[in-house]
């Protein structure tokens, strides 16, 4: 028996289960709602898609399933005047992504003003590819070379022999910073061409080649771990610090990042300033190095 969106039998209307599970749910049924709020016809939303009217009443009653590229989303939010929270949405559901950062010249403005009011701890903001995007000044005084074009934290933590210098047991880093591009490289829907140049440059040291062979294990970030730094601008002086890394809500492929400085009379070889296990988090790392070092 067909019904109404209020629950009641409606006249001439008969759906199938899968029509009915479109009309009242997921993606099918805001992508109807947002085409009537609209006052666009089907054969219009299709058009700007560049599927069939019959694809595209599919995908409204939720018969097929599939995902629109950005570029069909731009179009479809364009057509359909859909405002900054529906982007949101449709880009979500779409791409596992939100809004483009460089959409929104408020939210760049409110993210650096978060940034920056972390001071004195070093905060940045990367993009889905590690690019640094924005800073505070104590991260630029900590490490200078966040402020050079084209500045990428992985880039660095794996290429430049200034790393190996400032990370306390840069091995350790390495092997956590391959699990972070491994599980990048595996949840992207698409091919990222970006991704897997920055891969490939990594991949070019032989330890980082070899690290990348031997697990298979994958980490989404870095956020929680205490390790130690030598700190150029601090007269080398090693400092321990806590790294927060958060996903803001309006740009979820970014990663806000903050270094706490932290001190403790008790800390040691063996435990952190925090009282954890001194590179816990590296302790798989740990095993892979020393399989690595072991001779065959």
Same mark, same amino acid.
Do not use: C
């Given at each position: 028996?067909?019904?109404?969106? /209020?629950? *009641?039998?409606? *006249?001439? #209307? %008969?759906?199938?289960?899968?029509q009915l599970a479109?009309? $009242?749910?997921?993606?099918?049924h805001l992508l109807r709602l947002w085409r009537k709020n609209a006052r666009v016809t089907q054969p219009v939303a299709a058009r700007a898609l560049g599927m069939s009217e019959r694809t595209y009443r599919k995908v409204e009653q939720g018969a097929t399933f599939l995902r629109l590229t950005r570029e069909q989303c731009a179009a479809l939010a364009s057509v359909l005047? +859909?405002?900054?929270?529906?982007?949101? &949405?449709? =880009?979500? $559901? /779409?791409?596992?992504?939100?809004v483009e950062y460089t959409e929104e010249p408020q939210l760049r403005k409110a993210l650096q003003l978060l940034?920056?009011?972390?001071?004195?701890?070093?905060? $940045? +903001?990367?993009?889905?590819?590690?690019n640094i995007v924005s800073f505070n000044? &104590?991260?630029?005084?900590?490490?200078?070379? @966040?402020?050079k074009p084209g500045a990428n934290l992985l880039r660095w933590a794996l290429t430049e022999p200034a790393a190996r210098d400032q990370f306390e047991d840069w091995d350790m880093h390495a092997a956590a910073y391959v699990k972070i591009m491994k599980f990048a490289q595996a949840t992207r829907d698409?091919?990222?061409? #970006? =991704?897997?140049?920055?891969? &490939?440059?990594? !991949? !070019?040291?032989?330890?980082? %080649?070899? =690290?990348?062979e031997a697990g298979a294990d994958l980490e989404e970030s870095r956020d929680g771990h205490v390790f130690r730094m030598r700190v150029p601008a601090? %007269?080398? #002086?090693? @400092?321990?610090? @806590?790294?927060? *890394? +958060?996903?803001?809500a309006s740009a979820p492929d970014f990663r806000f990042t903050v270094l706490t400085w932290v001190e403790s009379a008790q800390a040691d070889d063996k435990t952190n300033s925090l009282g954890g296990q001194r590179n816990s988090w590296a302790q798989e790392n740990q095993l892979m190095r020393t399989e690595l070092e072991t001779p065959v």
């Open positions: 028996m067909a019904t109404t969106a /209020n629950g *009641v039998a409606g *006249v001439g #209307e %008969e759906f199938s289960s899968g479109g009309r $009242y749910m997921g993606f099918g005047d +859909l405002d900054r929270d529906e982007r949101h &949405a449709l =880009l979500l $559901y /779409n791409l596992g992504t939100s940034i920056d009011r972390q001071m004195p701890s070093p905060s $940045y +903001l990367t993009d889905r590819n590690w000044r &104590a991260m630029a005084e900590w490490w200078p070379w @966040v402020m698409l091919p990222d061409a #970006e =991704l897997e140049q920055l891969i &490939a440059e990594a !991949k !070019k040291d032989p330890f980082i %080649e070899r =690290l990348w601090l %007269e080398w #002086e090693t @400092v321990e610090v @806590v790294s927060h *890394v +958060l996903h803001p």
